[in-house]
T-cell receptor
Framework: DSGVTQTPKHLITATGQRVTLRCSPR?????VYWYQQSLDQGLQFLIQ???????AKGNILERFSAQQFPDLHSELNLSSLELGDSALYFC???????????????FGEGSRLTVL | AQKVTQAQTEISVVEKEDVTLDCVYE???????LFWYKQPPSGELVFLIR??????QNEISGRYSWNFQKSTSSFNFTITASQVVDSAVYFC??????????????FGTGTQLKVEL
């Protein structure tokens, strides 16, 4: 158990819909990262938050947004869903997130999204 | 730009064989971090190791060992006396401290390891 909690574990929805994925980081970790794993793109970095602030952005679509709340949990919002958004979405957390090096990133079990 | 190459898409071995998973990376940064993760069939990503660019010492943890060579930009992973439970996809990843801010990981495409009886 990595200590990172993601809900829901599985989600099936239709094209055009909107979903929210939730992540609770490990106790004491200030950084939250979102990654997408799909068959054609592999593991892709989407976005990172550190202590409530956006820290880095990767290949995140404009239809997607995220935020980190004061209690440090994070949500990834996916809207106007398309078939190609079907993927496993991972959240990871680490203690650091600014200068000082990349600490160990611990991943949650992922949220598997299926868009029909 | 950062890049991680895992040229071996799939490896099949018989239990108790040793197996080495290759990882080659590219980065212009002098400070960077290398990782290995395991993804078993259940889907979660399990952290195995992190190594910084200034520490080239090889590391051994039980049946696992890692060989980091800056001269060849490689960070290879060896499993000794493989077991069926080692069957999984293994990912190598790279993070460079000052590239574009943040601490994002760039992953390789993964190597599927199948260990058979």
């Amino acid at each position: 158990d990595s200590g990172v909690t993601q809900t829901p574990k599985h989600l099936i929805t239709a094209t055009g819909q909107r979903v929210t994925l939730r992540c609770s980081p490990r106790s004491g970790d200030l950084s939250v990262y979102w990654y997408q794993q799909s068959l054609d793109q592999g593991l892709q970095f989407l976005i990172q938050y550190y202590n409530g602030e956006e820290r880095a952005k990767g290949n995140i679509l404009e239809r997607f947004s995220a935020q980190q709340f004061p209690d440090l949990h994070s949500e990834l919002n996916l809207s106007s869903l398309e078939l190609g958004d079907s993927a496993l979405y991972f959240c990871a957390s680490s203690v650091g997130g600014l200068a000082g090096g990349t600490g160990e990133l611990f991943f949650g079990e992922g949220s598997r999204l299926t868009v029909l | 730009a950062q890049k991680v190459t895992q040229a071996q898409t799939e490896i099949s071995v018989v239990e108790k064989e040793d197996v080495t998973l290759d990882c080659v990376y590219e980065t212009r940064d002098t400070t960077y971090y290398l990782f290995w993760y395991k993804q078993p069939p259940s889907g979660e990503l399990v952290f195995l190791i992190r190594r910084n660019s200034f520490d080239e010492q090889n590391e051994i943890s039980g049946r696992y060992s890692w060989n980091f060579q800056k001269s060849t930009s490689s960070f290879n992973f060896t499993i000794t006396a493989s077991q069926v439970v080692d069957s999984a996809v293994y990912f190598c990843a790279l993070s460079a401290e000052f590239t574009g801010g943040g601490n994002k990981l760039t992953f390789g495409t993964g190597t599927q390891l199948k260990v058979e009886l």
